[in-house]
């Protein structure tokens, strides 16, 4: 097959993720989306290193590490999350606004 | 069209219908649940890639793990089971636009520079449990390690975000 066949799936998964990520206002939707991005680049990698025959299987490798950095990432997301529900009582993304940079005018540093 | 290549186009179809159905549905639960066909579906396709072991951690840690947390998050967070209209309300059309032209330029780049390129499967390195532990414990030991560092920072950080607040000197 074609090389460019998983290449244009792994793409139009990984813009589907990021419609996901930018578009969900409840914070797990959010994270859903980051999972498929990373999933698109999984693919990425998986494609290449069948394509490149890699004697060393860095593409499968990475992806299998990719796996792994995406379990620590869900799980301290999570443990985020629910620290944020325990505070807000919610997890909307979009009326978590502590952190925005807005324009105090009492501003006086300490 | 060979048959691999039927089984290819067939789940990568599952894959970006489910896909969409992830970011777009109106049920928190369902999201989740179409979420597991995604997550399968990329295993499938995996597997047609010549990446055994990858498919298969792909079940145990997505379809397994991953998506078990998502939905104790999910329970935890008293998410209603219900319909909800207001999960994507405001910025529909800015994320559509910024992910068409994700995509778009995305895919462009990829089909014009590997266009001619062909994916020998018959002749690439099936990736078994074997073939894969020898390069990770032989070639790839320092990024593995380093890997178990990093799991080990994320668990001490998780189990300090969850510890409950007002105890002796948190």
Redesign the interface.
Known sequence: MPLWWPLLVASLLFAIGVYGALSRRNAVLVLMGVELMLNAVNLNFVAFDAQLRDVLHGGQTFALFVIVIAAAEIGLALAIVLLVFRTHGHIEVDDLRELADRDEPSRTDA | M?W??VI??LL?LV??GS??L??TTSH?VH??LW?VV??GA?AG??LV???E??AW??VL??VG??VV??L???M????PTGRQE???????V???V???L??LL??VT??AG??D?????D???V?SAE??GT??FT??VL??EV?SV??LA??V??IV??RLRGGDDA
């Not at chain 2, 390129?117 to 499967?121: A, E, G, T």
């Open positions: 060979t691999v290549q290819f186009v990568s894959t970006l896909a969409l992830v970011v928190l999201s989740a979420l995604t997550l990329v396709i995996f890639l010549a990446a072991f990858v951690v792909q840690i997505y793990a991953v947390l998502l104790f998050a999910l935890l967070t008293k998410a207001e999960l994507t309300a405001r910025r529909v800015p994320a559509a910024v992910a068409t994700v995509g995305l895919a990829v089909v590997f266009r390129v062909r994916l020998d499967l002749r690439a390195v990736g073939t894969t390069s990770v070639l790839w990024p593995f890997l990093l799991l994320a668990l950080g998780a975000l969850s």
